[in-house]
């Protein structure tokens, strides 16, 4: 998959800003609308269904960004989608405890590095985005076979690291991007990245039958 990067749109819309014209900026921020509710849809556990609709969490992150924008200008901690991100997932997870409570977090462990705090992404999800959608209806049960294996491996894999392969290969983050949402280091966010590929592919080549043709 493509990772994203409008890093010339960012620079363009920072600097329009520092000049006093923001509009730029906010057409930037909204136009991440649809990528941010796939962020939060995912992450949505089934016993919250009903209770909590992804478009809400948005649009309650983007008022809250709208009234911390000069403070997001000021200080610039992070690109514009991941302190967009950021704010959500902190609604987010802030429903999971009012919603769930305890049983949520046991539940549902929370990635926390820095100030990166989100539901952790189930290896069922991650599996069947890193197989990519059906390609004919025929191929349906042995791509569910595929989804249970490759379950069963990114379920051997340390916790942050399939976050990463997740930050990047369905949130579609940059590199820089998902080092800032984790609060590491460029050099540290690659070398998980680069990591969790390799150990992945080293485990569906020991298990019996592996996953033929699939290149993480």
């Known amino acids: ?23 730029p900026l906010e057409k930037l921020l909204d136009g991440y609308r649809p990528r941010l509710r796939r962020m939060v849809q995912v992450r949505l556990d089934h016993r919250m269904q009903g209770r909590v609709d992804a478009s809400d969490v948005v649009q ?19 690109a514009p989608l ?9 609604k987010l997870a802030g429903l999971y405890r009012y919603h769930l409570g305890t049983q949520g977090r046991d539940a549902h462990r929370e990635i926390s590095l820095d100030h990166a705090v989100a539901p952790e992404v189930t290896s069922d999800v991650l599996a069947a985005q890193l197989l990519g959608p059906l390609t004919s209806p ?10 249970i294996r490759l379950q069963q491996a990114l379920e051997r894999i340390d916790v942050v690291d399939r976050e990463v392969l997740f930050l990047r290969h369905f949130e579609e983050l940059t590199n820089q991007e998902t080092a800032q949402v984790l609060g590491i280091t460029k050099a540290a966010a690659w070398t998980r990245h680069v990591r969790a590929l390799k150990h992945l592919r080293r485990i569906l080549a020991e298990m019996p039958g592996g996953i033929e043709g699939f290149q993480p």
């Open 1 to 23: 998959m493509t990772m994203t990067d409008d890093s010339g749109l960012v620079d363009e819309a920072l600097r329009s800003a520092e000049r006093g014209d923001v509009s």
């Open 60 to 78: 309650e992150a983007y008022l809250e960004a709208s009234a911390k924008l000069d403070d997001y200008l000021h200080d610039r901690p992070m």
């Open 82 to 90: 991941a302190w967009l991100r950021l704010i959500a997932m902190r």
């Open 138 to 147: 025929s191929m349906a049960a042995q791509r569910a076979e595929h989804v």
